[in-house]
């Protein structure tokens, strides 16, 4: 269901940018939990991702919640660009070793924090240099990825240093809607054209 959905959000995606031109602000979501890790584990901790990308301001402000988990937690970001959305594995995109302000060395917590996305100190930089060399292209590069669902959000811990829980970043209903609402204005101005 996620795939479908994914795949779904990424064509109204599309549409929107053909409407709305370049400018964009997406919303994205994650369930985290062991059993979405690449291979999945037994944790039974979990948490919750929310990811806002603006390509105009510039801004990448992600949050999160988690509890539960079994090992003290060693880092956390976003992972991009996998080749299939809401399956695999990738690189780190943001910050490494961990986002900055992300809470360390604990079992559960809270992060609220805003990125500005033109700075070289928001990616990690082997994906600045996978993606034209500069933060800009990282930046376009995180919000293909983001779009298509080739992204998701990793917490790495003592106990899974390959990361405890994870999920697969997608959008919010309500920018479901709004890519939705693209689609249709898209639509009407083909029609409009095919008319004349």
Same mark, same amino acid.
């Given at each position: 269901?996620?795939?479908?959905?994914?795949?779904?959000?990424?064509?109204?995606?599309?549409?929107?940018?053909?409407?709305?031109?370049?400018?964009?602000?997406?919303?994205?979501?994650?369930?985290?939990?062991?059993?979405?890790?690449?291979?999945?584990?037994?944790?039974?901790?979990?948490?919750?991702?929310?990811?806002?990308?603006?390509? +105009?301001?510039?801004? *990448?402000? /992600?949050? %999160?919640?988690?509890?539960?988990?079994?090992?003290? #937690? =060693?880092? &956390?970001?976003?992972?991009?660009?996998?080749?299939?959305?809401?399956?695999?594995?990738?690189?780190?995109?943001?910050?490494?070793?961990?986002? +900055?302000?992300?809470? *360390?060395? /604990?079992? %559960?917590?809270?992060?609220?924090?805003?990125?500005? #996305? =033109?700075? &070289?100190?928001?990616?990690?930089?082997?994906?600045?240099?996978?993606?034209?060399?500069?933060?800009?292209?990282?930046?376009?590069?995180?919000?293909?990825?983001?779009?298509?669902?080739?992204?998701?959000?990793?917490?790495?811990?003592?106990?899974?240093?390959?990361?405890?829980?994870?999920?697969?970043?997608?959008?919010?209903?309500?920018?479901?809607?709004?890519?939705?609402?693209?689609?249709?204005?898209?639509?009407?101005?083909?029609?409009?054209?095919?008319?004349?």
């Amino acid at each position: 269901m996620h795939r479908v959905l994914a795949r779904f959000a990424s064509l109204l995606l599309l549409g929107l940018f053909a409407t709305a031109g370049q400018a964009a602000i997406i919303q994205l979501s994650a369930e985290l939990s062991g059993l979405a890790e690449a291979p999945p584990n037994a944790s039974p901790g979990t948490g919750f991702a929310f990811v806002e990308f603006d390509n +105009v301001a510039h801004t *990448l402000h /992600v949050s %999160a919640t988690f509890s539960g988990l079994i090992g003290n #937690t =060693t880092a &956390a970001h976003i992972h991009c660009c996998t080749a299939a959305p809401g399956a695999g594995t990738a690189g780190v995109a943001t910050q490494t070793p961990s986002f +900055v302000g992300f809470p *360390l060395g /604990v079992t %559960a917590g809270s992060f609220d924090q805003t990125y500005d #996305t =033109t700075l &070289a100190s928001t990616w990690n930089a082997p994906f600045i240099t996978n993606n034209g060399g500069t933060p800009l292209g990282a930046e376009a590069a995180l919000f293909a990825g983001l779009s298509a669902g080739k992204a998701y959000f990793n917490i790495h811990t003592t106990f899974a240093p390959g990361g405890e829980i994870r999920g697969f970043l997608v959008p919010e209903p309500s920018s479901v809607a709004l890519l939705a609402l693209g689609l249709v204005g898209m639509g009407v101005s083909l029609r409009r054209r095919a008319s004349r």
